[in-house]
T-cell receptor
Framework: AQSVSQHNHHVILSEAASLELGCNYS??????LFWYVQYPGQHLQLLLK??????LVKGIKGFEAEFIKSKFSFNLRKPSVQWSDTAEYFC???????????FGAGTTVTVRA | EAQVTQNPRYLITVTGKKLTVTCSQN?????MSWYRQDPGLGLRQIYY???????DKGDVPEGYKVSRKEKRNFPLILESPSPNQTSLYFC??????????????FGDGTRLSIL
């Protein structure tokens, strides 16, 4: 069973629309959570991370994510997308002090100009 | 500049011909890892290394070997490649001997096609 699941395979929206990508993990205990972005033809880059503290995490390029422990979720949001946000987005998680990092299957986001 | 360097970036080869994909990082990171990326499956971990001479299997290790003789290098070896190993491969490194809250730094990827 996949440890990290992303709800949407492909999301298509227009510029200025709001974006929310779902991510759920199945680990118990303390987890560290990440969102990575992969622009076409490029390697993964970190958008934001959560390991403790304020459950609302702000990242680069106007993205934020909210950790809801009771729901085992770490959803990514952006209030107003731009054409340049077209990319694939990956959620990742690991248990604290674990050796393995598990990725979700990814969500392709296409923003229409 | 801090970076993870993979070589080659692209390779087309034939079934059974041994190949090695090199990975080198210049950040003195303990933890290094190899992933393959396939459509609809995301990134799946092949092998990881917590430090020199310490390696372990990830989720999809079959058909792959690794070694970690030096801290900066973590080559991925396909002894007898098969078409189902056609994929996009990423090497990554991070600070600490285990996956921590430090993010992984990824290489630019190696696209392998096994005919």
């Amino acid at each position: 069973a996949q440890s990290v699941s992303q709800h949407n395979h492909h999301v298509i929206l227009s510029e200025a629309a709001s974006l929310e990508l779902g991510c759920n993990y199945s680990y118990g205990g303390t987890v560290n959570l990440f969102w990575y972005v992969q622009y076409p033809g490029q390697h993964l880059q970190l958008l934001l991370k959560y390991f403790s503290g304020d459950p609302l995490v702000k990242g680069i390029k106007g993205f934020e994510a909210e950790f809801i422990k009771s729901k085992f979720s770490f959803n990514l949001r952006k209030p107003s997308v731009q054409w340049s946000d077209t990319a694939e987005y990956f959620c990742a998680a690991h248990r604290e002090r674990d050796y393995k990092l598990s990725f979700g299957a990814g969500t392709t986001v296409t923003v229409r100009a | 500049e801090a970076q993870v360097t993979q070589n080659p970036r692209y390779l087309i080869t034939v079934t059974g011909k041994k190949l090695t994909v090199t990975c080198s990082q210049n950040m003195n990171h303990e933890y290094m890892s190899w992933y393959r990326q396939d459509p609809g499956l995301g990134l799946r971990q092949i092998y990881y290394s917590m430090n020199v001479e310490v390696t372990d299997k990830g989720d999809v290790p079959e058909g792959y070997k690794v070694s970690r003789k030096e801290k900066r290098n973590f080559p991925l070896i396909l002894e007898s490649p098969s078409p189902n190993q056609t994929s996009l491969y990423f090497c990554a490194s991070s600070l600490g001997s285990y996956v921590s809250n430090q993010p992984q730094h990824f290489g630019d990827g190696t696209r392998l096609s096994i005919l």
